[in-house]
């Protein structure tokens, strides 16, 4: 808890010097952790969490759910089409739509189980191979695809910066983008970058090993 309050202090200090009325919320990464690790953040009434496996999701929070009523679940990771149905009935939000197979799937298993999720298109501004997301240049077509023809609720844009690489120029790409579809949330920022995500108008950040600790790999 004492990790979790120290970052909440930073972004506050962040925010008074913007003089930004909007605190972005914290998603804490739990993926890996056990739940008696991030219990007492539970209990404090910390309610946003991210996972980015649907299985090891399901283990850890199908039972957590009945207990704690205001608790909001995010799947952070790929998400493949044979698992939306398990996602949906799981997770409050996606934060990675990233193609049209996969907005198709979402859209007929939201229509099955009677239950619609916030979802943010994932783009991959800098076009690497190894990332998933929509290249900027397709990103117009794809949420209109999204929105108009689907009806799917897209409340913002996601991104993973490269590497080694100022993140605070893709933070600012991403935001302009979000401006031009008038989307309000922004979801950007991990434990390395989220004072520069904060500053570029980030409303959810991802945070796990800054609040819970490194990970065992």
């Known amino acids: 808890m004492q990790r979790l309050n120290s970052v909440k202090n930073k972004?506050?200090?962040i925010i008074d010097g913007k003089q930004q009325k909007t605190i972005p919320q914290i998603i804490v990464i739990t993926k890996t952790f056990p739940l008696s690790e991030f219990s007492p953040l539970l209990e404090a009434g910390?309610?946003?969490f991210g996972e980015n496996k649907i299985q090891e999701a399901e283990d850890k929070w199908s039972d957590?759910?009945?207990k704690y009523k205001n608790l909001q679940l995010h799947m952070v990771g790929?998400?493949?089409s044979n698992k939306v149905k398990k996602a949906i009935k799981l997770f409050d939000y996606v934060h990675s739509l990233e193609n049209e197979k996969l907005a198709v799937k979402i859209y007929q298993c939201q229509n099955e189980l009677n239950k619609k999720i916030k979802l943010f298109i994932q783009v991959n501004l800098a076009e690497e191979d190894q990332k998933s997301g929509i290249f900027l240049n397709d990103l117009n077509d794809f949420y209109n695809y999204c929105t108009k023809d689907?009806?799917?609720n897209v409340i913002g844009l996601m991104c993973l910066?490269?590497?080694n690489l100022n993140s605070s120029e893709y933070f600012k790409?991403?935001?302009k983008s979000n401006e031009e579809f008038n989307l309000t949330d922004l979801s950007m920022g991990m434990s390395a970058d989220y004072k520069e995500a904060i500053l570029n108008g980030s409303?959810?950040?991802r945070l796990g090993s800054i609040i819970l600790g490194a990970r065992d790999t």
Do not use: N
Request: aromatic residues 4%; hydrophobic residues 45%; without cysteine.
């Open 78 to 80: 790929k998400l493949q």
């Open 64 to 66: 957590v759910r009945t």
């Open 161 to 163: 910066p490269p590497a």
């Open 150 to 152: 689907l009806s799917l």
């Open 173 to 175: 790409i991403l935001k």
């Open 203 to 205: 409303t959810f950040l």
């Open 11 to 13: 972004v506050k200090e």
């Open 46 to 48: 910390h309610i946003h």
